[in-house]
């Protein structure tokens, strides 16, 4: 069965610097690996997805993630941050071994300073 | 399209009562997926349905919760009877069946509170 482990719980940052939200995944062949974002009081919205192919994967609102097989990693960044990122983020696996089924990491919650 | 559609966006009920939230997918996704968030337990997956057909029903909590799926564009979870401990947020997701697309949306939730 797949997991996903999302470290920090909780992440403060300036606005204007950059950001880097951790994943690890666990899974014995190649996932398919996700990242949703959730506003307070919002359903998750989904910012990056990656399937295969070119292993850093750009999405909305300026956010990026690289996959590396050989850490088990799938690390969102962004190299600026607004305000309006505060937020919970919360990375995904999938597997096509496991239908259309999702586990979900934990979450990180995102404090952005003025 | 309207996304996925939850009603209603806040229940507030006594201990004992019968609950039932709705969702409504997005047409043509194939799959759907309830999920309950809390502070202590995150976001945990109760139930996912393919064509109607529930498929793995291990994340409901006990026998107080049923989920069904009538046809293709609707799905209740109940509660019955409610208890405080089931206050939480509910969501709805759909996904398309097609592997390539696997990502799940998400509905807007449902907020229950149980006094």
């Known amino acids: 069965a797949q997991s996903v482990t999302q470290p920090d719980i909780h992440i403060t940052v300036s606005e204007g610097a950059s950001l880097e939200l951790r994943c690890n995944y666990s899974y014995g062949a190649t996932p398919y690996l996700f990242w949703y974002v959730q506003s307070p009081g919002q359903g998750l919205q989904l910012l990056l997805k990656y399937f295969s192919g070119d292993t850093l994967v750009q999405g909305i609102k300026g956010f990026e993630a690289e996959f590396k097989r050989s850490q088990s990693s799938f690390n969102l960044r962004k190299p600026s941050v607004h305000w309006s990122d505060a937020a919970e983020y919360f990375c995904a696996v999938g597997a096509r071994a496991a239908g259309n089924k999702l586990t979900f990491g934990g979450g990180t919650r995102v404090l952005v300073k003025p | 399209d309207a996304g996925v559609i939850q009603s209603p966006r806040h229940e507030v009920t006594e201990m004992g009562q019968e609950v039932t939230l709705r969702c409504k997918p997005i047409s043509g996704h194939d799959y759907l997926f309830w999920y309950r968030q809390t502070m202590m337990r995150g976001l945990e997956l109760l139930i996912y349905?393919?064509?109607?057909?529930?498929?793995?029903d291990s994340g409901m909590p006990e026998d107080r919760f049923s989920a069904k799926m009538p046809n293709a564009s609707f799905s209740t979870l109940k509660i019955q009877p409610s208890e405080p401990r089931d206050s939480a947020v509910y969501f709805c997701?759909?996904?398309?069946?097609?592997?390539?697309?696997?990502?799940?949306?998400f509905g807007p939730g449902t907020r229950l509170t149980v006094t």
């Open positions: 997701a759909s996904s398309h069946r097609d592997w390539s697309s696997y990502e799940q949306y």
């Open positions: 349905f393919n064509n109607n057909v529930p498929i793995d």
